[in-house]
């Protein structure tokens, strides 16, 4: 029997491409930067499955390019806002992510996040580096503490799980969450969280934490309006996607001491712009979405997207197949 063929948007690690090369034809855009529009425009043409990464927006345009063979869209990310998931659907287009083995690491670094923006590391280091870093003063560089702190997450999945059971151990008093699903009894009850009103999470939160999904009901959900209820103290965190923040409100909230400081890992758009407002500012912790980023948990994405690819077209069950 002929090979399937298949497109790989960008380098992935040898023993990955090898696993693919023994089953498929396969086409790859070997380079480690996104894959140029037109080119995945062409490639995509007759394949019958695709691995990508978050950085390819697989929507109608690619699919309708892609015509009727395609029957696998395999992402190596949790996040598949990147995909018309709707449209695969319809077309009766698998799609496989990859979840629960980024969630640790996303976690670790939400928590890396807290504590970087509360202790002032980066201005810190940034001041000592300065020759700013004089005699021990009492009240420098001072900020506030988790410990006896009520932290609201808006959206807990997986990793908003995670980062509530490392959390913890820091000494939080208080745990609100608030998700689109609304009120679930079972995270209060295993998990000590308290549900409340979007309103009530951002007006009683020390710190919140976005690690929802960026869909309809959350795209943009952190402007004006959001920043002003909360704390001027407090502290906002996103590790989900730049585009549940109005980022021109969140310079406003940040340069005018609406809120007291902000840890992102995501941006919009992605690389920011180094001359980006948000990057002029001590009270901004940007870094480059790198919530997955250990060596380990980025090789098991990407075989775990890999297996899902595989299983797709042989028509066996995905590892992680993506439902509505
Ligand atoms: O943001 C990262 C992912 O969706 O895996």
């Given amino acids: 029997m002929p090979k399937l ?100 690491a996303t976690a670790e670094l939400t928590v890396g996040l807290l504590i970087s923006t509360s202790r002032r590391i980066v201005e810190g280091t940034h001041a000592a580096r300065n020759g700013d870093w004089g005699a021990w003063k009492l009240m420098w560089m001072c900020g506030p503490t988790l410990d006896g702190a009520t932290v609201g997450l808006f959206g807990l999945g997986r990793i908003g799980t995670a980062v509530v059971q490392r959390l913890k151990a820091f000494g939080v008093k208080k745990f609100l969450y608030n998700t689109a699903n609304k009120k679930n009894n079972n995270f209060e009850k295993n998990l000590g969280v308290q549900f409340a ?75 920011l712009p180094t001359d980006h407002p948000l990057f002029s500012l001590k009270n901004c912790v940007v870094t480059p979405h790198i919530g997955s980023a250990t060596e380990k948990t980025r090789m098991e994405m990407t075989m775990l997207a890999v297996q899902n690819l595989i299983c797709g077209l042989d028509g066996t069950e995905m590892p992680a197949e993506y439902k509505q």
């Fill in 197 to 271: 009103s979007f309103h009530d999470l951002l007006h009683e939160s020390d710190f919140i934490i976005s690690c929802c999904a960026l869909n309809k009901s959350t795209a943009g959900i952190f402007n004006k309006n959001a920043f002003e209820k909360m704390k001027n103290s407090s502290i906002f965190i996103n590790i989900s996607r730049g585009g549940v923040v109005n980022q021109e409100d969140l310079y406003h909230a940040l340069s005018h001491n609406i809120i007291r400081g902000a840890g992102i890992d995501v941006t919009t758009p992605e690389p």
């Fill in 5 to 104: 063929d298949i497109l790989i948007t960008r380098n992935i690690p040898g023993a990955a491409l090898k696993l693919l090369r023994e089953r498929f034809k396969v086409d790859i855009w070997p380079s480690d930067e996104v894959i140029p529009r037109p080119t995945l425009l062409s490639k995509i043409k007759d394949k019958d499955g695709v691995l990508c990464l978050l950085t390819d927006q697989i929507n109608k345009e690619v699919l309708d390019k892609a015509g009727e063979r395609l029957r696998v869209v395999s992402t190596i990310s949790v996040g598949v806002d990147h995909v018309d998931t709707v449209e695969c659907t319809k077309r009766g287009i698998k799609v496989g992510n990859t979840p629960d083995i980024l969630t640790a």
